[in-house]
């Protein structure tokens, strides 16, 4: 098997995009489609993503063409654990894919089907895209999770966070062992590791049994002009380059809740990284509708081969 592929990334976070993907998934929702892929070709999810091919960070697209039964692009997003709801950065980088391909122009709006809802994603000139995310909202505030004991002094800690959803179920916290920064990302990673353990141990859920699989760590920024910077760990420990599209939606939704954000305006966040994207939200329904701006770029265009010889075509 060959599997055509397009690598991009969003503020540092890189997907591979596979448009039209040579493997049948049917013709249902994409919701429908994320169990069919998960169930029978989760092999293939592998493959695509984790060495020798590509690596923990990696995150895939699988990009479904409009067809007789459906009039909007689908696209199914993954990780190295396994398949995620929605994803902001990675709804970027298809764009950027499909406008490399010649098939959207600039200043289009682009409708996509997603297993938790329709988006719709804003193409600009200079490689910047807006993504329209599905509602997000506050679940739970103030809820407390508990690390064991140091080695130093063996005390528990008591961590604070919020529980919200932006197209998956993230864990907010101020709470930081360290400053948010790159000489910082072992340190991070490790507590954010612990943060997630202790979430499945206390029994904590989203709404209708939801998996908080995302860690958020959010504090203050130095730099002028932006108002947040924060540490992001995905499902199967990789932290996010960017600052994490449906991460800043779950903010989002918290500020709004807090009354920290008025309709429309613009909130900059500042990834581990560096890299920002902008959001706002407006409001529909009585629904937050998050806003989230930044820029993506094609990195790469190749062809994965799946030799029937090779022992670890399907991942290590």
């Known amino acids: ?22 493997f049948d998934l049917g013709n249902g929702t994409m919701a429908e489609r994320r169990d069919r892929f998960s169930e029978e070709f989760d092999h293939l999810r592998r493959g695509i993503l984790l060495e020798p091919r590509g690596s923990d960070v990696l995150v895939g697209a699988l990009v479904f063409e409009p067809t007789l039964f459906s009039k909007e692009r689908g696209v199914i997003f993954f990780n190295n654990a396994g398949i ?32 938790v809802g329709r988006v719709t994603a804003e193409v ?23 690390l064991p004991g140091g080695e130093l002094d063996g ?26 920064d790159m000489d910082h990302i072992r340190e991070l990673t490790d507590y954010s590791i612990q943060v997630q353990a202790a979430i499945r141990e206390s029994g904590l859920e989203g709404a209708d049994g939801g998996v908080i699989d995302h860690i958020e760590i959010c504090v203050p920024s130095e730099t002028p002009g932006v108002n947040s910077r924060n ?6 420990a990789a932290y996010d380059r960017s600052p994490c599209g449906t991460g800043t939606s779950a903010h989002l939704a918290c500020l709004w809740a807090d009354g920290l954000l008025k309709e429309g305006e613009e909130w900059t966040q500042e990834s581990v990284i560096g890299t920002r994207f902008v959001g706002s939200v ?4 009585n629904q937050i509708l998050p806003v989230i701006r930044g820029q993506s770029f094609v990195t790469a265009e190749g062809k994965l081969i799946f030799d029937e010889s090779d022992p670890l075509r399907f991942g290590i």
Not at 161 to 169: E, R
Not at 282 to 285: E, K, P, V
């Open 1 to 22: 098997m060959e599997i055509n592929f397009i690598d991009t990334h969003a503020a540092g976070e890189p997907t591979r995009v596979i448009i039209n993907p040579p």
């Open 84 to 115: 995620l709801g929605m994803c902001g950065h990675g709804t970027m980088c298809v764009i950027q894919a499909l406008r490399y391909k010649n098939r959207i122009n600039d200043d289009s709006l682009v409708d996509l089907e997603t297993p």
């Open 124 to 146: 600009f000139p200079d490689n910047w895209v807006a993504v329209h995310n599905v509602a997000s909202y506050l679940h739970r505030k103030g809820v407390s999770v508990t």
């Open 155 to 180: 005390s528990e800690r008591l961590i604070k966070g919020d529980v919200a959803y932006g197209g998956n179920w993230f864990f907010l916290t101020h709470d930081s062992p360290c400053p948010v």
């Open 231 to 236: 540490f992001v760990l995905c499902p199967g």
């Open 282 to 285: 407006t409001l529909a329904a």
